[in-house]
């Protein structure tokens, strides 16, 4: 495979993992407050977002965000 195909491959297959990748990633960091029960992640409302579970996912979706959706621009 010569270096022109290679490189045209692996953009097209980014345009295709981007848009799910970053919406993923962004979903873990957007919580709804429930005012009297507390806060949950939207995506998963078993997920505690004042527990240190979430903290550390929280964490990770930042990194993510900053790797991927912003740093691939």
Known sequence: ??????MSASC????LVY???SSVAIATL?????NDVGKYL????RVDCSSD??????????L???V???GAI
């Open 64 to 66: 993510a965000v900053i």
């Open 53 to 62: 579970a979430y903290t550390t996912t929280k964490t990770i979706g930042i």
């Open 68 to 70: 991927w959706p912003v």
């Open 19 to 21: 848009p799910p990748v």
């Open 42 to 45: 939207n995506t998963d409302f």
């Open 12 to 15: 097209f297959v980014l345009l």
């Open 30 to 34: 957007y919580c709804l407050d429930f």
């Open 1 to 6: 495979m010569t270096m022109e195909k290679f």
